[in-house]
């Protein structure tokens, strides 16, 4: 294929391209056609597709295996046992220590009170006994985790905000400051 030359008085500097694909620009001894298309070397191409291609084989592969991603290990952690007492008040222990941590009146409406008692309802319909202690963990600086490891189930306290999440916090707190034999 020939390249067209002008002469250099016969055309402008620069020409608007007809057809999108050919544009003439100066050259030292005339104005020279050239084509405009972006040319990609095939090398490039097929690493970009390898790259897509590898990257949804393995988010494929991690979907297909259901395997749970590892979770980090908490800051802190504390077993909790939660009993009923005589007159109906919610009482927290250290499960570990056997403390008590805290007492919560049959009156109180807590949020603490309610969350415990939906993480009671899932044991029950599992058949699990209300004996098996509950984990209160914090992960980085303000996410406070409340698990039954027995059901499995887990309950992210950041979702109901500070307020309520601090009624657990003031647990994990109680329960570090506690020392083994130490009157509540």
């Not at 297909?64 to 991603?69: I, K, V």
């Not at 220590?97 to 899932?122: G, K």
Request: aromatic fraction near 6%; proline fraction near 10%.
């Amino acid at each position: 294929m020939t390249r067209p030359t002008l002469p250099r008085a016969a055309a402008p500097v620069a020409a608007l391209p007809r057809d999108g694909r050919v544009v003439y620009s100066q050259i030292d001894d005339g104005l020279e056609a050239h084509d405009d298309r972006i040319h990609i070397p095939a090398w490039a191409l097929a690493g970009c597709f390898l790259l897509v291609a590898g990257t949804i084989a393995l988010a494929a592969g991690a979907r297909l295996t259901r395997q749970p991603h590892p979770a980090p290990p908490p800051r802190e952690s504390v077993l909790l046992r939660f009993t009923q007492a005589p007159d109906d008040a919610l009482v927290i222990r250290n499960a570990t220590t056997a403390q008590p941590i805290a007492r919560i009146a049959p009156t109180a409406d807590t949020f603490l009170r309610a969350t415990m008692r939906i993480l009671f309802a899932a044991r029950a319909r599992a058949g699990i006994t209300r004996d098996l202690p509950f984990q209160l963990a914090l992960y980085g600086p303000d996410r406070l985790v409340v698990a039954d490891p027995a059901t499995h189930e887990r309950i992210d306290l950041r979702a109901f905000g500070p307020a309520n999440a601090k009624q657990f916090a003031t647990l994990l707190r109680n329960a570090e400051t506690l020392k083994p034999g130490e009157p509540s």
